[in-house]
């Protein structure tokens, strides 16, 4: 018999939780197919194994949380798909004449050597469907028959754990009794369990809240001048690049242009020390069903606008496609959040910890804006927000960097040429 483990994942990443089996007891797998999806803090990783054979015994179940190291499953390598079922017919066929011609106290026998072995053998192919596997190990060192424990659905390890033929039934009637005050049918209601990327979005912004002293400031950029050179430009960009001109990458080229100003934005504190990072890992936020995450645009200052344009697409079409790998989501120095793509006007985003600042962007509205003391004009207008951390960043750098991003973005020849 061959142990599968959880394979190493990343320096920060100890554990995750089992989204799915891929194969289950009886099957045959080799050596390099995927047997479990399991589901981390940032990505969900296909578990491999190393092995070919027939799988013996899932240890876990979906949605339990397993540890690197931790033993999931067991192979038994000496055997194959074909040959456990052929087996067992053959053992089938000699055991039929032994009952026609063999007394029955021998039957008997066979019956008190292996308790436990019987009780699971009485229960029905269907039976034995409701059970998950570790529900079904427990129940046969406990020497428990399955069909003695009531479940409204699958039997879990849990319900052999909790079963007592004298207290099973009166237990449930309390559980009723309780529960049913709550349930209002005038106003229904649904209990869902958070994922374990959702639980952890919620954990790392509530840490990043209550460690960084976090403060936000505004200010608004007159789009005109980017909106009039990717109008002019688009088709032949697209034409020699094979990519949309966007709007993230200038604002990715302003940000990085603005960092190089205001190194304290592109830093971390570790401790009681400040690390300043000269390099442009850029983060640009993505909302996919399961969550926000923020793949990272690597050396995003070395990259043109064709480049930051193609490493976002690929990125945002990796994170849809649930097939980020953990490399893509470390290691971020700073990070650009969208808002406006769902039209909001005006936010303040939370610090992707352990950085210490972030760029939201917003809706492009078209506005009055005055020109001079007599004339005013409508102009596409964007609010920029900049969150910061207070602890390393004074309010005049933050000001002084925002203010920089603006006037970069609204002379975007210049931030051509300077790119």
């Known amino acids: 018999m061959t142990e599968i483990k959880v394979p190493e994942l990343a320096e920060s990443i100890t554990e995750g939780t089992i ?67 052929g087996s067992d017919a053959k053992e089938e066929k000699q055991a039929e004449p032994e009952t026609e011609t063999k007394s029955e106290p021998k039957k008997e026998e066979k019956k008190e050597d292996t308790p436990a072995a019987s009780s699971s053998e009485e229960l029905s192919e269907d039976e034995r469907r409701q059970a998950t596997p570790s529900a ?17 659905g699958t039997i879990r390890k849990q319900d052999v754990d909790n079963y007592s033929p004298k207290k099973d039934e009166p237990k449930q009637e309390k559980k009723k009794e309780t529960k049913a005050p709550a349930q209002d049918p005038a106003k229904p ?8 990327r959702r639980q952890t979005i919620a954990k790392r912004l509530v840490e990043s809240q209550q460690t960084a002293a976090m403060l936000t400031t505004f200010n608004e950029i007159d789009m005109t001048n980017v909106m009039d050179l990717r109008k002019r430009r688009k088709d032949a960009f697209q034409e020699k690049t094979g990519v949309k001109l966007g709007f993230m990458s200038f604002f990715t080229k302003a940000v990085i242009g603005a960092l190089k100003q205001f190194p ?64 893509d989501l470390t290691g971020g120095s700073f990070t650009i959040t969208n808002g406006g793509v769902f ?25 009055p804006v005055a020109i001079d003391e007599e004339t005013f004009e409508n102009r596409p207008m964007m609010y920029i927000a900049l969150s910061y951390d207070h602890r390393i960043v004074d309010g005049k750098e933050a000001v002084s960097f925002l203010v920089k991003v603006k006037e970069m973005l609204e002379d975007p020849e210049n931030l051509l040429l300077e790119g």
């Open 189 to 196: 209601a649904e209990r869902i369990k958070m994922s374990r």
């Open 343 to 367: 039209g909001s006007l005006w936010s303040t985003p939370i610090l992707n910890a352990p950085q210490v600042g972030i760029l939201g962007m917003h809706k492009v509205q078209w506005r």
């Open 136 to 152: 079904r190990k427990r129940a046969r060192e406990k020497g428990i028959s399955l069909k003695d424990i009531s479940s409204g």
């Open 19 to 85: 989204a799915q089996w891929l194969k289950e007891v009886g099957d045959h797998v080799n050596q390099g197919e995927y047997i479990a999806e399991l589901e981390t803090d940032k990505v969900n990783i296909e578990i491999t194994s190393e092995f070919s054979g027939v799988i013996k015994e899932l240890k876990r179940e979906p949605g339990d949380t397993v540890e690197v190291g931790e033993v999931i499953a067991v192979i038994d390598e000496s055997a194959d798909g074909s040959s456990d079922s």
């Open 264 to 327: 304290l934005l592109n830093a971390e504190i570790q401790g009681d020390e400040i690390l300043m990072k000269k390099y442009y890992d850029i983060g640009i936020a993505v909302s996919t069903d399961d969550g926000l995450v923020v793949p990272v645009v690597r050396d995003a200052d070395r990259l043109g606008f064709a480049g930051i344009e193609s490493e976002i697409r690929n990125l945002g079409l990796k994170a849809r496609d649930n097939k980020l790998a953990l490399a």
